[in-house]
Nanobody
């Protein structure tokens, strides 16, 4: 069974930094694109950043220059380095990954989310 598990969330002061991790486990053939999304209270989930298997990245305008997405393919792990955090970055952060299974087919898996709170 394929699972994605996020970690690294917490409480940080405005201007601070956090690094989120998302580890994929289970049996699968390969991982293609991966990404981070977030959902703040009362708001819809929004894409934060994504990275393709070749390393190309996309960012939401609201986080460009402050967040960096990366991946370690050998460890099947996705990262999100967040700097210059603002109170409006407060949300539950979710990772997702398009994973190809040995039995065939590519599926979009999601983690359970990790809370990030930016507050003084």
């Amino acid at each position: 069974q394929v699972q994605l598990v996020e970690s690294g969330g917490g409480l940080v002061q405005p201007g601070g930094s956090l690094r989120l991790s998302c580890a994929a486990s289970g049996r699968f053939f390969s991982i293609n694109a991966m990404g981070w999304s977030r959902q703040a209270p009362g708001k819809e989930r929004e894409m934060v950043a994504r990275i393709r298997s070749g390393g190309d990245t996309d960012y939401a305008d609201s986080v460009k220059g402050r967040f960096t997405i990366s991946r370690d393919n050998a460890k099947n792990t996705l990262y999100l380095q967040m700097s210059s955090l603002k109170p409006e970055d407060t949300a539950i952060y979710y990772c997702n990954a398009y994973i190809r299974r040995f039995a065939g087919g590519e599926y979009d898996y999601w983690g359970q989310g990790t809370q990030v709170t930016v507050s003084s």
